[in-house]
């Protein structure tokens, strides 16, 4: 009798223990007994918290405007820089450059596009009489007829619409000649940028801050409240220099490595990427 007496016992006190350990398990932190309904509703506030806090803590939650650049972001000109540019050759007697190669040639402005396309043709030294006459040949011809060859890149005018009608205010700085940047702009982004600016005499070209601190201001906003766009390492340095965050977009004229190497904070693949990045 007392052997059936402690086995009949055993489940009983096996069953007591587990049901004491789930509510011990489920009491909070005051000993209050929580139903799985309660714990459910608790951990759905927790995460509701947590996405919360993670978009106080994100800086691009915070951003009021976007500053990019023109060629190779929002624009592809490739074909069209070497087209002009090889026409400028020709017509001084140089051989012309493949269009690949002006990928690296690009980004520092007309005078340095000038002399690397020289360095790459010249078998003589060249002298800086060589290089404005090129520069003015290369200037009339791409005065002539700025969007050939040109278009938006796939899903950016799309994008900066969305930007502006979730009011963060748009820019563009490039290191292009500034008649040539607002013709462009006008031409393919009618009323999407607040504000465009190419390189304009007595102002330092992009990675100098100076431009950028300008647009700023112009749009009453400061540095850290902003995110510099563009494709090459020039632009990624201007971002830094300026002391605001960066994305680089790889399918412009550099890649995803140069952007990397020169301190990119974010990388985009396609206007949905950034899209996201930005809203």
Avoid at 15 to 30: A, V
Avoid at 102 to 116: E, I, K, P, T
Avoid at 250 to 256: D, E, H, K, Q, S
Wanted: aromatic share 8%.
């Amino acid at each position: 009798y007392s052997t059936h007496l402690v086995c009949s016992q055993y489940p009983v006190f096996v069953f007591y223990l587990r049901s004491d350990f789930l509510k011990l398990q489920n009491r909070g932190k005051h000993g209050i007994l929580k139903t799985a309904g309660q714990s459910r509703r608790n951990s759905a506030r927790r995460t509701s918290r947590g996405r919360q806090t993670k978009q106080r803590d994100d800086p691009m939650a915070k951003v009021k405007a976007v500053i990019f650049d023109m060629d190779g972001t929002v624009a592809d000109t490739l074909a069209s820089i070497a087209g002009f540019g090889n026409a400028a050759l020709k017509a001084h007697g140089y051989p012309e450059i493949e269009t690949e190669r002006y990928r690296r040639l690009v980004g520092n402005g007309a005078d340095v596009l000038m002399r690397r396309m020289l360095d790459a043709v010249s078998a003589q030294p060249y002298t800086e009489a060589d290089v404005q006459a090129l520069r003015a040949t290369y200037d009339a011809l791409y005065e002539s007829d700025p969007t050939r060859l040109v278009a938006p890149y796939p899903g950016i005018p799309a994008l900066l619409r969305d930007v502006r009608d979730a009011g963060v205010k748009t820019a563009v700085l490039s290191n292009k000649p500034d008649n040539m940047t607002r013709f462009i702009a006008g031409a393919l982004f009618p009323g999407l940028f607040d504000i465009v600016h190419g390189q304009r005499a007595g102002v330092p070209k992009k990675p100098d801050p100076a431009a950028v601190f300008e647009i700023c201001e112009a749009l009453g906003v400061r540095p850290a409240e902003c995110l510099y766009v563009g494709d090459s390492g020039v632009d990624m340095q201007t971002g830094a220099n300026t002391g605001m965050p960066t994305a680089g977009v790889t399918w412009g004229f550099r890649g995803a490595d140069e952007l990397r190497q020169n301190g990119a904070v974010h990388l985009a693949d396609d206007a949905g990427a950034l899209r996201r990045l930005i809203l």
